[in-house]
């Protein structure tokens, strides 16, 4: 399976996607309704296939597809069964009609002809940007909607995913993340930190004090809100645009990266927006979905590792601080570059852990998964 994403045209017509969001958001907050009631009067929640039945017996929908509001009523029993399952934190609230943001169309009750979308419930045709052409039977259709009031859709195809070669077999690579540099590679190579949030904070200041000069439901608030969402949006591109092309340049030079399983949260509470600027965990996410192209193995060193503090005599500098960036072993006397020395640290450690397999970690292997237990 693989997915293409596509913008629509702005046009009068999508007044009726914003309808259909509304029918949807309609659904979800009926049926948590009844989840809430039912387990008031009865300490259970309600069953999905039942409030499938109990809708359709009840409710006409004249705009949504029938697979459509199932969908819908599906979305809402995984989010209790995440909640149950300790996955989420919460459990699912009500939502307002322009804070629900997709539907989703399975098999039917819409056509695509080229760049035309047409949705047979309501007869109208949407024109999208088909900015490459896709190949594939079409399993699922997501109308999207972002903050701005952009409509998007996502075609879910029935294809393999396109694979590619590496430039050099059996090269390795440890990468160690930072603050002031995005990265440090274990060949010696950094990568700059290219702060796009602190480029335009400036932008984002000054849009955020004209919104809160806005009166709150005027005209000119939202205005000024789709202002400042677009700001961020443009940040959020860039950013994700730097690191969709680092990931496909990691898996192309080598054929195993190691990197730190960090607790990029609980950095993020120490560092706020320089960790939200930064967005590790994002990029890990996004390299861990690349190497399924490339057969590149991911491997992520246990995070109590002390890769910037163990010396190659064995010795741990338990006090270094984080301003030091680099330092002399107290045993030996060998001067280390703090970076560069824990990113080679977790390079020999993540080698060390595949080839004994005694660690408890997670290996990405082309587009399997495999969870190595520790031996006890």
Sequence with gaps: MISYKYKLYNSKHNKHLSAMLMDASFVWNHCLALHKRYYRMFGKFINANRLKTHFAKRYKMQRLHSQTVQEVIERLDTAYKRFFDHIAKRPPKFKRAKDFSSIVFKQGG???????????????????????????AIKRLVVKRDAIGDFYIVLVLDRPVTTYEKAHNGASVGMDFGLKTYMTLSDGSCIDNPRFLRRDLNKLKRASHRLSLSKKGSHNHEYRRKELDRIHRIIRDR????????????????????LEDLNLSGMTRLWGQKMNDLAHAEFVNKLEYVVTKYGVTVHKVDRYF????????????????LSDRSWVCPCCGEIHDRDLWASQNILRQGIADLESGSKTSKVMRGSNRVRIQESR
């Design 306 to 321: 002390p890769s910037s503090k163990l010396c190659s005599c064995g010795h741990v500098y338990k006090s270094l601080k």
């Design 239 to 258: 950013r994700s645009d730097f690191q969709w092309k680092l990931a496909h340049n990691l898996c192309r030079r080598y054929d195993i990266v190691c």
């Design 110 to 136: 819409y056509k695509i002809e080229e760049n035309r979308l047409t949705i047979n419930k309501i007869g109208k045709t949407f024109r999208f940007f088909l900015s490459r052409p896709y190949e594939g």
